[in-house]
């Protein structure tokens, strides 16, 4: 159980142009849901946290305006990177937390997905 | 913000060996959890372990939450558990939210 997927697996598209990376989380519901960023041979760094329903929370430092997320259900959460220019090259990571109630934080985590902006 | 800290950086072993990665951390968590990262990107959960000891298979974990710092255990290691581990912990009202440490990468020498 607690599988996360996301898609596309990887993208290439040209500088000016937008993209939307879907997360979604198979067998169980995500209250909230994490995106991540990681450049190659770094670690993760929290970009923003995303509840159902409601706005996303955004990290310092990261432009809201750039990066859109949106929670529309238990299940789906996009981060879609406007006019993306070759500086938001990256690998974006998705992570899920479970509504069982239990008083877990554990986070499942998606394949990511890699960007490359030409 | 909470810092978190892994040791060693790097760490070469040979087929069979027995290993241990550290992490530290600089404030009270109600999170902790080890992640493996594998070649394609995947991270792939190890163990949720805000306290206390756990065991799966070759891999064990402590967490001493008094004295900040946890433990991976790795024993008898095999070439597929080469990769990156993560440590990442949260604490407080934000406890869902994990900070990262530099992590720890691991390759298994045939």
């Known amino acids: 159980g607690a599988v996360v997927s996301q898609h596309p697996s990887w993208v290439i598209c040209k500088s000016g142009t937008s993209v939307k990376i879907e997360c979604r989380s198979l067998?169980?519901?995500?209250?909230?849901m994490f995106w991540y960023r990681q450049f190659p041979k770094q670690s993760l760094m929290l970009m923003a946290t995303s509840n159902e329903g409601s706005k996303a929370t955004y990290e310092q430092g990261v432009e809201k305006d750039k990066f859109l997320i949106n929670h529309a259900s238990l299940t789906l959460s996009t981060l879609t990177v406007t006019s993306a220019h070759p500086e938001d090259s990256s690998f974006y990571i998705c992570?899920?937390?479970?509504?069982?109630?239990?008083?877990?934080?554990?986070?499942?985590f998606g394949p990511g997905t890699r960007l490359t902006v030409l | 913000g909470i810092q978190v800290e892994q040791s060693p950086p790097d760490l070469i072993l040979q087929e069979g060996a027995n290993s241990t990665l550290r992490c530290n951390f600089s404030d009270s968590v109600n999170n902790l959890q080890w992640f493996h990262q594998n070649p394609w990107g995947q991270l792939i959960n190890l163990f949720y372990?805000?306290?206390g000891t756990k065991q799966n298979g070759r891999l064990s974990a402590t967490t001493v939450a008094t004295e900040r710092y946890s433990l991976l255990y790795i024993s008898s290691s095999q070439t597929t558990d080469s990769g990156v581990y993560f440590c990442?912990?949260?604490?407080?009202?934000?406890?869902?939210?994990?900070?990262f440490g530099g992590g720890t990468r691991v390759l298994v020498k045939p």
């Open positions: 067998d169980f519901q995500a209250t909230t």
């Open positions: 992570s899920a937390r479970g509504t069982s109630g239990r008083g877990s934080y554990e986070q499942f």
């Open positions: 372990i805000p306290s």
């Open positions: 990442a912990v949260g604490s407080g009202a934000a406890g869902n939210k994990l900070t």
